[in-house]
């Protein structure tokens, strides 16, 4: 089980180390949970510093997935490294709705984030015209198998999927449990298909869009929900701690 905050373009640099000094101290001890936070990157360095001694993991919310050299305000999987990264969110649909990321631009990335052994949250998840389409199946095949193309794994702890439909964001509008256990059983069988039968079924595939404590026991307990990547109920030390609660009580 692995519970990921997504804390977006939220938080300056006080802001952040005080929310994170705040989950750590909320959490309490999170059990077999994996728990990890990702704040704005000019924030990464001082809320690494604030969760020192905690089983608190750090992640950034995407990455360039060149080496480095003249790309103006773009950030390296090493300098995200330098800064205490273990995981770095790629392919979030925020970025390939507004900033015109591409598939081919998500599997350049997960390579490079592999290469430097960061931990890839791989965000894949249909729009409510797809889904309304009956197209949501197609598109989420599209994005998982062009993520991952060329991509050689071995160790199932490698890599990361989260499945938030799009009309789920920030709309308070949540997947029902059966809908999310349908995807997420879906893409175990595309990540077996892609990968391998082993990997698949090792492979952490988290439910993200308007998971809070209200609805996180539910979703959780489904069994292709690995986990849950938390967008507005993250920036609440209390809630976000609700949610790992609800998360180690399924685990
Ligand atoms: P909300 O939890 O605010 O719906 O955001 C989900 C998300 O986009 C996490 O990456």
Same mark, same amino acid.
């Given at each position: ?20 000094? +705040? ?173 391998? +039968? ?19 026991? +539910? ?33």
């Amino acid at each position: 089980m692995l519970i990921a905050g997504n804390w977006k373009m939220n938080t300056d640099l006080p802001g952040a180390a005080k929310l994170a000094e +705040e989950v750590v101290e909320a959490l309490g001890d999170p059990g077999p949970v994996q728990v990890a936070v990702c704040p704005p990157f000019v924030s990464l360095d001082a809320v690494f510093g604030a969760l020192r001694g905690s089983s608190v993991k750090l992640g950034a919310q995407d990455m360039h997935f060149e080496e480095g050299g003249a790309y103006t305000g773009e950030v390296s999987a090493a300098m995200l490294r330098s800064v205490g990264c273990t995981y770095v969110i790629l392919g979030h649909s925020e970025r390939r709705q507004y900033f015109g990321e591409t598939d081919e631009h998500v599997n350049k990335k997960v390579r490079q984030a592999l290469a430097h052994e960061l931990v890839p949250i791989v965000c894949v998840g249909e729009t409510l015209k797809e889904r309304e389409a009956g197209q949501e199946r197609h598109v989420v095949k599209g994005q998982v198998e062009r993520a991952v193309e060329s991509v050689v794994l071995s160790d199932p702890a490698r890599l990361v999927v989260a499945y938030e439909p799009v009309w789920a964001i920030g709309t308070g509008k949540t997947a029902s449990p059966a809908q999310a256990q349908e995807m997420h059983a879906y893409i175990r069988r595309l990540l077996a298909e892609f990968l391998g +039968e082993h990997l698949a079924g090792n492979i952490h595939i988290l439910y993200g869009g308007s998971m809070k404590p209200a609805n996180a026991d +539910e979703l959780l307990s489904q069994k292709d929900v690995d986990g849950g990547l938390i967008g507005g109920a993250s920036l609440q030390a209390g809630a976000f701690a609700a949610i790992v609660a609800a998360g180690k009580s399924q685990s």
